[in-house]
């Protein structure tokens, strides 16, 4: 029985040398692994996300060449030919008709400069706000591309050292369903010993084809980001440094959200604009002034009979006012529409600026939470273990049971899954509290990076 209880001890040190193999190793990475910075340039060009964002902030940029053009002259240039074929019978018999042929040609050129349109000015300022806008919108495909980048990566290192937790604690316990088969044969242990094993044995099981099936779906939704296989990818460092936010105070976060976040000032551009359209529309009560030039050369042959072709040049400049009326209570009517529409637009600037505040102390409480948190499953992971050791020095004395191993080697497992998704959360948790008031750029993804194993 002595022996049995020294070579079960062995088992499960080998057991605890599995798994921790198993979680250096990162799930079987190969010599050359992808850190974060690199996956996230790979779905810069490949997320059809991003690029439909990028496509738009090009298309918004012609809103100002498009504005611009109302204040600016327009030219037009028109000429026409024909050829005529005219027949005179006059009703005096006296005087003889007569066929004609002959050509006539007409060359114009207009050009008309505006002076005064207010509509056109208004409309000009609008282009300037609406690419403000599109920047921003921009920024905020960029940042949403990066917590979706920095998410699906740690979703994968978390199924990875899921899927080798499941296995490393499969296989304990099936040297522990080993040990108690034994036990009972020889008549040191209960069949309940081995049913109770055999029940955690087959229950892991299930968990490993679970841990599988879930990274792979993880996978898959990397490679959709990047639009290729995914790389094997760096896992965390044990060496990960907690970094409390900085300014300390959520107040301070808080107060920038409200003014820095990139939806908060997408939804600010928004006003202004609505603001621009009440005046764009007003300004259709204004008149209008145009300057004008016009020259025209009209060429034609003889068309009276005995007659000769005319050539006339036509030459002319002047000034066009034109001052709205009346038209049926339309104008009025779309500014009507235009200002329910601009406190439409302040009342979701209020929302935005209130979803900002709230995002900023929910991810501010994610990471002091979070830096506590995992200190705290650092110590349960320290005691865990401790209670393992204990567990099995007490069986082999006999007053602890299979099933009190089995126990804490459950507690152990499980303390291990709770810190690297403590751990995980605390890196996703600094990113989108950047995010919240604007702040995350690229750079951020290099120091999270550091904080990965390169192999």
Known sequence: MRHSARDSCSDMMRAAALLAVALTMGAGLPARSADLLEIFRLAQSADAVY??????????????????????????????????????????????????????????????????????????????????????????????????????????????????????????????????????????????????????????????????????????????????????????????????????TMDKWVEEARSS?????????????????????????????????????????????????????NRIIGLQLAVPIYQGGLINSRVREALANEDKARQDLENARRTAELNARQTYLGVTSGIAQVKALEAALTSSQSALDSSRLGREVGVRTQVDVLNAQQQLFSARRDLAQAKYNYILSTLRLKAAVGRLVEDDLSAVSAWLERK
């Not at 976040?261 to 007003?282: C, D, F, K, Y």
């Not at 025209?296 to 005995?306: F, I, K, Q, T």
């Open 51 to 248: 690029g439909s964002a990028r496509a738009s902030w090009a298309a918004a940029q012609e809103k100002l060449p498009q504005g611009r053009s109302g204040l600016l002259p327009s030219a037009s240039l028109s000429a026409s030919t024909q050829y005529n074929d005219r027949t005179i019978q006059f009703r005096d018999p006296a005087i003889a008709g007569g066929n004609t042929h002959f050509n006539s040609n007409v060359f114009s050129l207009s050009i008309t400069q505006p002076i005064y349109r207010r509509q056109n000015t208004v409309v000009y300022e609008q282009a300037k706000t609406q690419l403000e806008q599109a920047d921003a919108v921009l920024a905020q495909a960029a940042q949403d591309l990066i917590t979706r980048v920095a998410q699906a990566y740690l979703d994968v290192l978390l199924a990875q050292d899921n899927l080798a937790l499941t296995g490393a604690q499969k296989t304990a316990i099936a040297e522990q369903l080993a040990q108690a088969k034994i036990s009972f044969e020889v008549g040191t242990a209960t069949i309940t010993d081995t049913h109770e094993a055999q029940a955690r044995y087959d229950l892991s099981v299930s968990q490993e084809i679970a841990a599988r099936s879930d990274l792979e779906i993880k996978t898959r939704a990397l490679d959709q980001l990047i639009g290729r296989a995914a790389p094997p990818l760096a896992p965390l460092s044990p060496a990960l440094k907690l970094i409390s936010p900085e300014p300390a």
């Open 261 to 313: 976040n990139h939806q908060v000032r997408v939804a600010e551009t928004s006003v202004t604009l609505a603001g621009q359209e009440v005046a764009r529309n007003r300004g259709a009560h204004y008149p209008t002034l145009d300057a004008f030039a016009t020259f025209s050369e009209n060429r034609s042959g003889a068309g009276n009979l005995g007659g000769s072709g005319t050539d006339i040049n």
